[in-house]
């Protein structure tokens, strides 16, 4: 199985500041024959089910704000948030979808600092 | 609009079993993959396994192989999850998700809860 790793575990962020997370595989995500990055992010709130803010490691998902942004290739990839706001305190996870099964990474959960 | 509805809450003794529906509207069912993620209280999301709706083809995590079924009614547009003696580390919350491409979940159900207690 490919293993997700996350990092930090956490992290407090003052708003209308920066939040990166880091996301590494244990494997290359990345498909030759057709240059892309089987790499997801998800936002986790309370209560609510996950929400798919990236996918193929940088497109932005269905009305996903434009201060979401993903980047990365192969086995290393970041997850930003320009400017987070108080709606953004979740858990966020990656997500390698190249080979069955289909893991999570851990989680980093962001607050307010 | 895309939307995936679950059915309701479970209580189930250990060793007993859950159906855990899906029913899906907003597409073509037959377009997209369906996939189960569970959350475990304090834990992380996990991953079942998945369907073609097309044609009924699975793939399951190697940790529920044996335990976890994957169906689908085209008639009804809907997808099921039968999870097979089921122990206390079973209760979670089980979410259905459609794929947007190849493996990511872009639409979810609201989740059901499954409880695993004497």
């Known amino acids: 199985d490919i293993v997700m790793t996350q990092f930090p575990d956490s992290l407090a962020v003052s708003l209308g500041e920066r939040a990166t997370i880091n996301c590494k595989s244990s494997q290359s995500l990345l498909f030759t024959s057709n240059s892309k990055n089987y790499l997801a992010w998800y936002q986790y709130r309370p209560g609510q089910p996950p929400k798919l803010l990236i996918y193929w490691a940088s497109t932005r998902g269905s009305g996903v704000p434009d201060r979401f942004s993903g980047s990365g290739s192969g086995t290393d990839f970041t997850l930003t948030i320009s400017s987070l706001q108080a709606e953004d305190v979740a858990v966020y996870y990656c997500q390698q979808y190249h080979s069955s099964p289909f893991t999570f990474g851990p989680g980093t959960k962001v607050d307010i600092k | 609009q895309v939307q995936l509805v679950q059915s309701g809450a479970e209580l189930k003794k250990p060793g007993a079993s859950v159906k855990v529906s899906c029913k899906s509207s907003g597409y073509t069912f037959s377009t997209y993959y369906i996939h189960w993620v569970r959350q475990a209280p304090g834990q992380g999301l996990e991953w079942m396994g998945m369907?073609?709706?097309?044609?009924?083809?699975?793939t399951y995590s190697q940790k529920f192989q044996g335990r976890v079924t994957l169906t689908r009614d085209t008639s009804t547009r809907t997808v099921y999850m039968d999870l097979t003696n089921l122990g206390s580390d079973d209760s979670a919350m089980y979410y259905c998700?459609?794929?947007?491409?190849?493996?990511?979940?872009?639409?979810w159900g609201q989740g059901t809860l499954v409880t695993v207690s004497s």
């Open positions: 369907i073609n709706p097309y044609g009924g083809g699975t």
């Open positions: 998700a459609r794929d947007v491409g190849e493996g990511a979940s872009g639409y």
